[in-house]
């Protein structure tokens, strides 16, 4: 049950991506990085991976690791992150997005109070880095791969095997919370709210003219501080997240579609279009046409 990876988001940067089915809730995932980045998203699901090769860099809030290969991420749900390569040699991803329900069942089962929502409703827990180096964390790990190998093969039961290692995923964090918290400030925490409520505006006017005034009001904060939460958070200013947002919907488009590069442009923001050739290949290395050539070539 390998999925292809294709992040849909919302207006608010929440993946819209159906993970799994209503009776078994997870998805598994390869994901090549040198091929695409994980833009900035969050969702409902608990996520959880390993680097299979290479080296990634994962952001979760304000906090970025580098993940090795054999080491994991758990991301816990609702939490804003991202992913990419690390280095040229680029990196892949053995992923794992699944409800918490699938672990705890029924909201009034024990499982689900005991076990699950002290992790999954841990504000001041966004996740952590698994590491090859700490004997327990490793262990997890282990566990992360074996789930994926067995959504992937589908033998026979595997759903309970699946269930079995994600509890005991679960059970592992659950176990050392307390000694592994680090309580967010009340300005990390009020950051990301701010973050969704810009990238939201972002998601709904990147077509129109906007400025750094208008996306700070969209979070009723000042100019600077509007620039401040950005830097801290996403490591980018408004203005340059809102370009490479602008290019991203664009190189969508050029591959789903036959309008013409030039509608594009304007659907998208850019009222020049030589400037948006320039920047598409700035960030793209490739014009528009090229992109669209080479898609539509590979199949994508």
């Known amino acids: 049950m390998l999925s ?33 980045a994980v833009p900035w998203h969050w969702h409902d699901e608990v996520e959880a991976f390993v680097v299979s090769e290479g080296t990634a860099v994962v952001t979760l809030g304000t906090e970025s690791c580098v993940v090795r290969a054999g080491e994991g991420i758990f991301i816990n749900a609702g939490v804003l992150h991202s992913c990419e ?18 672990v705890g069942g029924s909201v009034e089962s024990v499982f689900h109070q005991k076990y699950v929502l002290p992790v999954t409703e841990n504000r001041a827990f966004p996740g952590i880095h698994l ?79 906007i400025t750094n005034a208008d996306i700070a009001r969209s979070a009723s904060v000042s100019e600077s501080e509007c620039l401040r939460c950005f830097r801290a958070t996403i490591g980018s200013t408004p203005i340059r997240y809102l370009r490479e947002y602008r290019v991203e919907q664009a190189a969508q488009m050029l591959i789903s579609t036959e309008m013409p590069v030039g509608e594009i442009a304007a659907r998208c923001g850019f009222l020049d279009a030589s400037y948006f050739t320039k920047t598409f290949r700035e960030l793209k290395g490739a014009t528009p046409g090229e992109y669209r050539r080479a898609g539509r070539g590979s199949g994508g």
């Not at 940067?13 to 990085?33: M, V, W």
């Open 85 to 102: 390569a690390f280095g040229a040699d680029g990196s892949r991803l053995h992923s794992l997005v699944f409800h918490s329900r699938l």
């Open 4 to 36: 292809q990876c294709n992040t849909i988001l919302d207006r608010s940067n929440r993946e819209q991506t159906k993970h799994g089915t209503a009776s078994f809730p997870i998805a598994c995932y390869h994901d090549d990085l040198a091929r695409e």
């Open 131 to 209: 590491r090859r180096d700490v004997p327990w964390q490793a262990a997890l790990a282990e566990e992360i791969e074996g789930a994926w190998q067995d959504c992937v093969a589908e033998s026979p039961y595997f759903e309970l095997r699946v269930r079995d290692r994600l509890s005991r995923l679960l059970a592992g964090l659950g176990a050392r919370l307390a000694s592994m918290e680090t309580p967010g400030s009340p300005r990390t925490l009020r950051n990301g709210e701010r973050i969704k409520a810009m990238l939201q505006f972002i998601m709904d006017h990147y077509g129109e003219e």
